[in-house]
């Protein structure tokens, strides 16, 4: 079992950067894929990236792909949502989660992640 702790978000201006991380207790950290979701005001949960246990794949949803980057560190067991220039619609409470996997695939679907963290709040200005 993993605990995920979130941490970063804030209130930024639009253009601006900001890094979550994801902090993971546990030492089989580097057994699982990992991804970041996220859920606006009235609206769906949405898939915003995904990241292989080695981190060696990755995906982006469209709306943040050339804009966010995600990585990891198995080693301080962290993984990191660097998202730069940052718009309005970026806004929203930012979830991370994990599965467990023995291979090395990445996950797009909410259904396919086992553990969830409480989520950091991302708000961007215009």
């Known amino acids: 079992q993993v605990q995920l702790v979130e941490s970063g978000g804030g209130l930024v201006q639009a253009g601006d950067s900001l890094r979550l991380s994801c902090a993971a207790s546990?030492?089989?950290?580097?057994?699982?894929?990992m991804g970041w979701f996220r859920q606006a005001p009235g609206k769906e949960r949405e898939f915003v990236a995904a990241?292989?246990?080695?981190?060696?794949?990755?995906a982006y949803a469209d709306s943040v792909k050339g804009r966010f980057t995600l990585s990891r560190d198995n080693a301080k067991n962290t993984v990191y949502l660097q998202m730069s220039s940052l718009k309005p619609d970026d806004t929203a409470v930012y979830y991370c989660?994990?599965?467990?996997?023995?291979?090395?695939?990445?996950?797009?679907?909410?259904?396919?992640?086992?553990?969830w963290g409480q989520g950091t709040q991302v708000t961007v200005s215009s």
């Open positions: 546990g030492r089989t950290f580097s057994m699982y894929a």
């Open positions: 989660a994990a599965v467990l996997t023995l291979g090395i695939p990445i996950y797009r679907r909410e259904n396919e992640y086992s553990y």
């Open positions: 990241l292989s246990r080695t981190g060696g794949s990755t």
